[in-house]
């Protein structure tokens, strides 16, 4: 008799207990984000969608060295290289990405191609926006990767 009374006891206080966070945290004011309308607020580290670098000039940063596919686990950057012209120089090496696609359907964001490459040419965004309702969509091309040129002002 004495162990049902214990147990009654027992779980009694555990109700309270429970009762107790409950009515402790009901009356708190809510953190909630209006994400459509407000944009979050990420931490400086934060690794999002990748950013393609111009330079001062304009001229695209990546050379088409490969060591950023090369770094990734994933198996999900894609690059193809072409030889820059007199008439037309795209980067300041003497190559440059014809084609640089990114598939985020397999990309795990780890950041080895951020580590591995000599010219800065990649780097982390802070967009968080990348659920698209198809899989095709996933799969970032050079045009949607690269910094917009000439870059925004600020706004004081």
Same mark, same amino acid.
Not at 35 to 50: C, D, K, L, M, S
Not at 116 to 133: F, K, Q, R
């Given at each position: 008799m004495a162990s049902v009374i214990g147990e009654v006891g027992e779980a009694f206080a555990a109700l309270v207990k429970g009762f107790g966070v409950t009515l402790r945290t009901m009356f708190r004011k809510t953190t909630t984000e209006?994400?459509?309308?407000?944009?979050?607020?990420?931490?400086?580290?934060?690794?999002?969608?990748?950013?393609?670098?111009?330079?001062?000039?304009?001229?695209?940063?990546?050379?088409?060295?490969?060591? !950023?596919?090369?770094?990734?686990?994933?198996?999900?950057?894609? =690059? %193809?290289? +072409?030889?820059?012209?007199?008439?037309?120089?795209?980067?300041?090496?003497e190559r440059y990405a014809k084609t640089y696609n990114i598939d985020y359907s397999r990309c795990i964001f780890c950041g080895y191609c951020v580590e591995? !490459?000599?010219?800065?040419?990649?780097?982390?965004?802070?967009? =968080? %926006?990348? +659920?698209?309702?198809d899989i095709n969509a996933m799969i970032y091309r050079k045009d949607q990767l690269l910094e917009i040129w000439p870059p925004r002002n600020p706004r004081p």
């Open positions: 209006r994400f459509p309308e407000v944009a979050p607020t990420v931490q400086p580290r934060y690794r999002g969608i990748h950013v393609l670098q111009r330079d001062e000039n304009g001229l695209e940063k990546c050379v088409a060295c490969f060591l !950023c596919s090369a770094a990734c686990p994933a198996n999900c950057i894609f =690059i %193809e290289a +072409a030889e820059n012209t007199e008439a037309q120089r795209i980067s300041a090496g591995a !490459c000599p010219t800065d040419a990649i780097t982390h965004g802070h967009s =968080i %926006e990348l +659920a698209p309702y």
